[in-house]
């Protein structure tokens, strides 16, 4: 199972990106799918999560800012990041709880990470 993130990159305050993060390989089921982030001297945060049946949970921090959604038939989460803040910048990070084909229970799996930026 791979997680593949894209999306990140340079852009002004108050701007817009948009994240996403495909999973692949033999895969059964995945329950949550979530975005965390990491900026530089800090522990990584929980920003968005989402339950296969779209219930999400947003850190304090993103709220009415940043919104997550899922395609289930592509495995793949969106995190959609507006109105961004320069205390925004930092990797991001996306983790899915996935069985695998020949798996019995859920297993944390994590992408790559892609950078986002906000400066001006």
């Known amino acids: 199972v791979q997680l593949q993130a894209s999306g990140g990159g340079l852009v002004q305050p108050g701007g817009s990106l948009r994240l996403s993060c495909a999973a692949s390989g033999s895969i059964l089921n995945i329950n949550v799918m979530g975005w965390y982030r990491q900026a530089p001297g800090k522990q990584r945060e929980l920003v968005a999560a989402?339950?296969?049946?779209?219930?999400?949970n947003y850190a304090d921090s993103v709220k009415g800012r940043f919104a997550i959604s899922r395609d289930n038939a592509k495995n793949t989460v969106y995190l959609q990041l507006d109105s961004l803040k320069p205390e925004d910048t930092a990797i991001y990070y996306c983790?899915?709880?996935?069985?695998?084909?020949?798996?019995?229970?859920?297993?944390?799996?994590w992408g790559q990470g892609t950078q986002v930026t906000v400066s001006s």
């Open positions: 989402i339950t296969r049946d779209d219930s999400t």
């Open positions: 983790n899915a709880d996935v069985i695998p084909f020949g798996s019995s229970g859920y297993q944390g799996y």
